[in-house]
């Protein structure tokens, strides 16, 4: 399995399956994703083909997102399903997430809440909640914070936020105890386990057709010199 995700600043990709990832890179382009995830690929390509290995499928961080770069990593994934002949497996970035960051919790609750955040710009932000098995309980969303908790029972049970848009919670909700990880990066190998068990079920979208799941209309903005005609 061959996995992508450009969906947020952080750009990588992953070789390997639902028990062993294989080989993998990560680059924090911060917007160069263009340039970046193409030589990323090539090198695990190299790499696989230095092993003697084969791929199964194809894998991509389905979003939400940044725009541009999930159509960078759609466009390059759709390419390489087409080439090699292979499925493309495509997985919720929030879910992703959620898989990673569960990986890292040595302890966990069973009555936790695991709420990955992805920044969607002011105090808005991507998110969605799953349960300690990483059940999902709601639907990939748009939310904009507000001082009003966004769960009833904040406080009744631990909540673990994390991801680039949980910054925006810090002293939001005083009074109230929950756990933040805005330093924490999603990354291609999160992705292994789940795409695996997608592509066992023969869970495979049409390349045709199938477009990354950005949430919220593309807005174009204009440079302020531009407005100016400078």
């Given at each position: 399995m061959l996995a992508?995700?450009?969906?947020t600043a952080t750009a990588s990709v992953a070789l390997g399956t639902n028990e062993k990832t294989l080989y993998h890179l990560t680059s924090d382009s911060h917007g160069e994703h263009a340039a970046h995830l193409a030589p990323m690929v090539d090198q695990a390509l190299e790499h696989l083909r230095s092993e003697g290995l084969?791929?199964?499928?194809?894998?991509i961080a389905?979003?939400?997102g940044s725009y541009t770069g999930l159509r960078i990593a759609s466009s390059l994934a759709k390419g390489l399903a087409m080439g090699f002949g292979?499925?493309?497996?495509a997985i919720s970035t929030l879910e992703l997430m959620a898989s990673g960051y569960r990986a890292q919790l040595n302890e966990i609750a069973p009555e936790s809440r695991l709420c990955p955040m992805i920044d969607a710009r002011r105090m808005e932000v991507y998110t969605t909640t799953f349960d300690s098995s990483l059940g999902r309980l709601e639907a990939d969303r748009p939310v904009v914070l507000e001082g009003t908790p966004l769960y009833a029972d904040l406080g009744e049970r631990p909540y673990y936020f994390f991801g680039s848009g949980a910054a925006k919670l810090e002293g939001l909700w005083p009074g109230y105890s929950?756990?933040?990880a805005s330093d924490f990066v999603p990354k291609a190998q999160y992705m292994l386990p789940l795409a695996t068990e997608a592509y066992r079920r023969g869970d495979f979208v049409d390349l045709a057709y199938w477009n990354p799941s950005y949430l919220k209309e593309y807005v174009a903005t204009i440079a302020k010199n531009k407005v100016l005609g400078r």
């Amino acid at each position: 399995m061959l996995a992508l995700d450009s969906s947020t600043a952080t750009a990588s990709v992953a070789l390997g399956t639902n028990e062993k990832t294989l080989y993998h890179l990560t680059s924090d382009s911060h917007g160069e994703h263009a340039a970046h995830l193409a030589p990323m690929v090539d090198q695990a390509l190299e790499h696989l083909r230095s092993e003697g290995l084969s791929l199964d499928a194809i894998a991509i961080a389905a979003g939400p997102g940044s725009y541009t770069g999930l159509r960078i990593a759609s466009s390059l994934a759709k390419g390489l399903a087409m080439g090699f002949g292979l499925p493309l497996v495509a997985i919720s970035t929030l879910e992703l997430m959620a898989s990673g960051y569960r990986a890292q919790l040595n302890e966990i609750a069973p009555e936790s809440r695991l709420c990955p955040m992805i920044d969607a710009r002011r105090m808005e932000v991507y998110t969605t909640t799953f349960d300690s098995s990483l059940g999902r309980l709601e639907a990939d969303r748009p939310v904009v914070l507000e001082g009003t908790p966004l769960y009833a029972d904040l406080g009744e049970r631990p909540y673990y936020f994390f991801g680039s848009g949980a910054a925006k919670l810090e002293g939001l909700w005083p009074g109230y105890s929950y756990s933040i990880a805005s330093d924490f990066v999603p990354k291609a190998q999160y992705m292994l386990p789940l795409a695996t068990e997608a592509y066992r079920r023969g869970d495979f979208v049409d390349l045709a057709y199938w477009n990354p799941s950005y949430l919220k209309e593309y807005v174009a903005t204009i440079a302020k010199n531009k407005v100016l005609g400078r």
